[in-house]
């Protein structure tokens, strides 16, 4: 279910040069993207 | 504390090239993890997850290949798959994780 | 030989990790200070917290399992004598350090060290845009020893470090504000959650943000996209619009820990309380057969159910919240967070029974502190120091580890002129 889909991408994945990506068909291409980046401050349970 | 920038700014930055030779950025610490591997930053404080163990063969080869397609191919990466790889690489190379040897 | 189609990210944690990415370190449970919200009810030092050597054996862990960075805390933990001599031995073995400070050690002499340092950050915590609504937090005269540091550190060129703050009722008006003040220092403005945690279990009430208030934030974050931090601790949030940037989803065990000032390890600095207990590094395998063997860690990487979330719509984006939030407002660890964005925590919060577990181990200072009027713990106009379950004295920690002889209340300063 693309809605489905469109909530479980984690929001720091970014294509090279896109701003903020949205959802819809950014999020389809997302579930197969070998790499995805977070910042070090992006992960729950550290001060 | 210093804190680099990622490569090119801004939107439009320029395609991946396959055919130049890469390297990992000595600022960069390599994880391997059951699915596949974490990378850190220590300037820009980025976290990359590599999402199998092919793309980690491949960007620990890079230093030792002619060409980023060179070491994909070296790595089992069938043509179909290229394009996903070169994706992968250049997400890399946007945040610094990589960069291009002389 | 190309590998299968990669899982989502959050499916692929639950194979569980080599190493937790970071972790939280709470060096001491001494503070200076005696915030009402602490999340780890510290003030007093603890007379079993790991010597020099033990620290250094944990860092020697984390070097050998590749921890890329530890979040240095407590308490205040530059009030520890080797402090310094501990963020050298980490750095030098690569192992990332941001400690968090009030900023009461933070002189000239100190900033100009830390400008210096490839491998250190430093976050300054700070409740207010103001000293009034600061102050009320974390008591009079903190909001100026956090300015004075920010200032020493601009000084001394350091340009990027962290100005953290706790989001409350009443700073949540004050957004801009605070952005401008980090600004203003060259800092990176980092707004985090509270958590009804350690003394902000008795704070929680009044302290956290109404809905409306919550609403404003999320949409003040998505605003600010990537330049304000959040530690993604506002995955809560992400049915309200979308998720905010990070991994959305509670990293306790899976990809984050907290070790406390006495070696034992616990799922979460939010979670400190025996039921979140992993282990000990004191024990035989330390740190690394904790976080490789722990069978409450083990439990926690296991697929979540949901529970009564799963029936939600939301609950792929929120994945039902914080646990410690959760745990310490006697809410069922399968049921709604007490701020659930859907609204579904308030028939919860009707239903749950009076009695929620308490934060233990209690280090909170017992008799006045400089800088509070009245009591350090309780609701206000109570008397001081609550016991805690009932009992006169701190709360045993049931890892095989006999209750401390003697509580330390001496205060952390004497004998330190601040310059």
Known sequence: MTEQAVMEVPAAVTEPGEQDPGPGDEALVAEELLVEEVSIDGMCGVY | ?102 | ?419
């Open chain 3, 1 to 419: 030989m190309t590998a299968a189609a990669p899982a989502r990210l959050v499916e692929q944690f639950e194979l569980g990790l080599a190493a937790p990415i970071c972790l939280t370190w709470e060096l001491t449970y001494a503070c200076n200070l005696a915030c009402v919200h602490c999340l780890s009810s510290s003030g007093r030092r603890d007379p079993h917290e790991l010597t020099t050597a033990e620290c250094r054996g944990v860092i020697d862990t984390l070097e050998r399992m590749q921890v890329f960075y530890v979040n240095i805390g407590g308490g205040e933990p530059t009030v520890r004598p080797d402090f310094w001599d501990l963020v050298g031995y980490a750095t030098a073995r690569h192992v990332g350090v941001k400690f968090s400070t009030n900023g009461i050690r933070i002189d000239r002499a100190a900033a100009r060290r830390l400008a210096g340092s490839d491998y250190v950050d430093v976050q300054i915590s700070l409740d207010g845009a103001t000293a009034g609504v600061n102050d009320a937090v974390r008591g009079a005269g903190s909001y100026a020893t956090a300015l004075r540091a920010m200032r020493h550190l601009a000084d001394a060129g350091l340009s990027g470090f962290k100005l953290s703050v706790v989001v409350t009722r009443h700073n949540v008006s004050q957004l801009d504000e605070l952005k401008a003040l980090a600004d203003r220092y060259g800092a990176q403005l980092r707004l985090t959650r509270l958590r009804p945690s350690g003394r902000g279990a008795d704070t929680w009430p009044q302290l956290h943000p109404t809905a409306a208030q919550q609403r404003r934030l999320y949409d003040w974050l998505r605003a600010h996209g990537e330049q304000v931090l959040t530690g993604d601790s506002f995955f809560h949030l992400a049915p309200y619009g979308g998720p905010l940037p990070g991994l959305n989803l509670c990293g306790a065990g899976r990809v984050v820990c907290l070790i406390d000032p006495v070696g034992d390890v616990y799922a979460c600095p939010f979670a400190i309380h025996e039921n979140f207990l992993a282990g000990s590094v004191r024990r035989p395998g330390g740190f690394e057969a904790v976080w490789r063997d722990s069978e409450l860690f083990a439990e926690l990487r296991r697929p979540q159910s949901g529970g009564a979330c799963r029936s939600c719509g939301f609950f792929d984006s929120c994945r039902g919240g914080c646990m410690a939030a959760k745990f310490f407002t006697g809410l069922p660890l399968d049921g709604p967070d007490p701020e659930c964005a859907a609204g579904h925590a308030t028939a919860a919060l009707a239903a749950a029974g009076p009695a929620a577990p308490r934060p233990a181990p209690d280090h909170s200072r017992r008799g006045p502190v400089r800088g509070q009027a009245g009591p350090v713990r309780g609701a206000a106009g109570t008397g001081p120091g609550r016991p805690v379950r009932g009992q006169a004295g701190p709360v045993p920690v049931s890892i095989g580890r006999r209750p401390p002889a003697r509580a330390c209340d001496e205060d952390p300063l004497s004998g330190f002129a601040i310059r």
């Open chain 2, 1 to 102: 504390m210093s804190t680099d920038g990622a490569g090119p700014a801004g939107a439009g930055a320029a395609r991946f090239d396959l055919d130049r030779p890469w390297r990992i950025d000595d600022r960069v610490a390599v994880r391997p993890e059951p699915f596949g591997a974490l990378l850190y930053h220590f300037g820009t404080r980025r976290l990359s997850f590599l999402k199998n163990t092919t793309v980690l063969a491949v960007l620990r080869s890079l230093a030792e290949h002619p060409s980023a397609r060179s070491a994909c191919a070296a790595a089992g990466v069938p043509e179909a798959a290229l394009p996903a790889y070169e994706r992968a690489l250049a997400t890399l190379a946007e945040s610094s994780m990589i960069t291009e040897r002389p």
